[in-house]
């Protein structure tokens, strides 16, 4: 069974400080995807980012990147030098074969609280 | 581009009442999902369609819920009669077929409050 595990259920920062936020995954399946979903206090969900499981490699965005590992089955999440703005709710989320792709489960979310 | 479109972003009803929640897909997009997002639960799967078929209910808690999709840009989700618990936000979001798992594109959701 698919489960996705976001142990930090709130982090506090201060703006310019950098911040990972962790997301462990399980699965049976040898091809799945990883998302990630940002909801900012206004409430809407954002999708972030999409790595299918054959792609190990990390990924820039701008102040985000992205830290896939299969050997620790995690997908770990890096806001650099945080801003305001990127206090919300963010979450991991994972699909895998078995389901089609189309079923996303979630994990719990960790609140991220950057303040000035 | 139009994004997913819910409505009403707000509801308060009184318990026993029908409650009607409502979704339009971005355009092009042929699957359909509706979510719940409670603080206990987080977010749930409650039904997903595709090419306006319903797939996969098994998320569905009860019998008192029912979707619907006539065409490939309406969905509506029912409640009847509808129960304090089923308090929650509820997401639509859409998404398209492509390889692999495509990116699902939510809502701002429906804040359902029953009292």
């Known amino acids: 069974a698919q489960k996705v595990t976001q142990a930090q259920t709130e982090i506090s920062v201060v703006e310019k400080e950098d911040v990972t936020l962790d997301c462990v995954y399980e699965?049976?399946?040898?091809?799945?995807?990883l998302f990630w979903y940002k909801q900012p206090p206004s409430g809407e969900l954002v999708f972030l980012i999409r790595?299918?499981?054959?792609?190990?490699q990390n990924e820039i965005s701008g102040r985000y990147s992205w830290n896939f590992q299969k050997s620790t089955s995690s997908f770990n999440f890096t806001i650099t030098a945080s801003q305001v703005v990127d206090s919300a709710v963010y979450f991991c989320?994972?699909?895998?074969?078995?389901?089609?792709?189309?079923?996303?489960?979630f994990g719990t979310g960790t609140r991220l609280l950057v303040s000035p | 581009d139009a994004g997913v479109i819910q409505s009403p972003r707000h509801e308060v009803t009184e318990m026993g009442q029908e409650v009607t929640l409502r979704c339009k897909p971005i355009?092009?997009?042929?699957?359909l999902f509706w979510y719940r997002q409670t603080m206990m639960r987080g977010l749930e799967l409650l039904i997903y369609?595709?090419?306006?078929?319903?797939?996969?209910d098994s998320g569905m808690p009860e019998d008192r819920f029912s979707a619907k999709m006539p065409n490939a840009s309406f969905s509506t989700l029912k409640i009847q009669p509808s129960e304090p618990r089923d308090s929650a936000v509820y997401f639509c979001?859409?998404?398209?077929?492509?390889?692999?798992?495509?990116?699902?594109?939510f809502g701002d959701g429906t804040r359902l409050s029953i009292l």
């Open positions: 355009s092009g997009h042929d699957y």
């Open positions: 979001a859409s998404s398209q077929t492509g390889t692999g798992s495509q990116p699902q594109h």
């Open positions: 989320a994972l699909s895998e074969a078995g389901t089609g792709f189309q079923k996303l489960v």
């Open positions: 369609f595709n090419n306006n078929v319903p797939i996969d």
């Open positions: 699965t049976r399946d040898t091809t799945y995807y």
């Open positions: 790595r299918n499981s054959f792609d190990e």
